[in-house]
């Protein structure tokens, strides 16, 4: 016999004028490796088929079934039951647009800040169809990989005091995919243009650097030492003028080791 799970879950519908938000209490038996998600189909297979929550991958991959757990942004799909008390609480992410219960808009906000980071490579090289594939070394493919398993699930938007706080915050999400083209030799920006993006209080100088996105982030993302290391090369990048040229040197080599200019 397993535990009798209490979840009790967020219901609005803010499409209906005269929908309340309350929340719905379900109970059900817990199942050996029952996941959040397991749990919520089976409501909703066998209790409630109205409540709305996201999800498609099942498997931690697609970032769809993002919601507050007991309090903390986490994936439904990836967490499971026994790793929380028989009372659970879901609410649905903050920050992102409701669309209903525990489902909520994170694709028009990455969208949207795609667009504003230029999320792509900027490349000065004309397009030659017939060109041999560019080899990239192991390591700096790995290491650009490693910055590109965000999933966008937008859990650590929802966890940012920031984010919550100003709507324009591009969010530690944003600033590590910018890490990510800034190491990519094949992106030609320099750091004027990475300044121009995320030098200013909606990116890497809004940040309070408490660390709530790192602690929720289920793909264990660096996202603190790229926000440390953005931050360092566009701080020094904006006083580059008023500082020697040697002391620049110094703290530049600190601050990273793939230099652009
Ligand atoms: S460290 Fe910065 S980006 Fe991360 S949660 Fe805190 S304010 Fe937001
Ligand atoms: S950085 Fe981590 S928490 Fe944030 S959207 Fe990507 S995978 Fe989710
Ligand atoms: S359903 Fe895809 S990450 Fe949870």
């Known amino acids: 016999m397993g535990r009798k799970l209490h979840i009790e879950a967020l219901r609005y519908n803010p499409l209906d004028p005269s929908s309340k938000p309350y929340m719905q209490s379900y109970h059900l038996e817990e ?36 919601m507050v757990i007991n309090g903390r942004p986490g994936l439904a799909c990836s967490t499971q039951t026994t790793s929380l008390p028989e009372h659970i609480t879901l609410h649905p992410l903050p920050v992102f647009k409701l669309i209903g219960d525990l489902s909520v808009d994170t694709g028009t906000w990455f969208r949207d800040v795609g667009k504003r980071i230029e999320a792509w490579v900027h490349t000065n090289t004309p397009f030659d169809e017939n060109a ?45 995919r910018m890490a990510r083209f800034h190491i990519d030799p094949r992106d030609n920006r320099g750091k004027q243009d990475f300044y121009d993006l995320i030098g200013n209080n909606d990116g890497v100088f809004g940040c309070m650097g408490l660390l709530g996105c790192e602690d929720v982030c289920p793909k264990s993302l660096p996202l603190q030492d790229q926000l440390g290391i953005m931050r360092r090369m566009l701080a020094l990048h904006s006083v580059k003028n008023i500082i020697p040229q040697s002391l620049r040197g110094r703290l530049e080599k600190k601050c990273c080791c793939h230099e652009k200019h």
């Open 31 to 66: 199942h050996p490796s029952m996941t959040l998600f397991v749990a919520l189909m089976q409501i909703r297979e066998t209790q409630d088929p109205t409540l709305q929550f996201d999800f498609c991958c099942r498997a931690g991959i697609c970032g769809s079934c993002g």
């Open 132 to 176: 041999q594939e560019t080899r990239m070394a192991n390591a700096l493919a790995t290491e650009i990989f490693e910055l590109d398993r965000c999933i966008e699930c937008g859990c650590c938007v929802a966890a940012c005091g920031t984010a919550r706080m100003r709507e324009d915050f591009l969010g530690a999400t944003s600033i590590n």
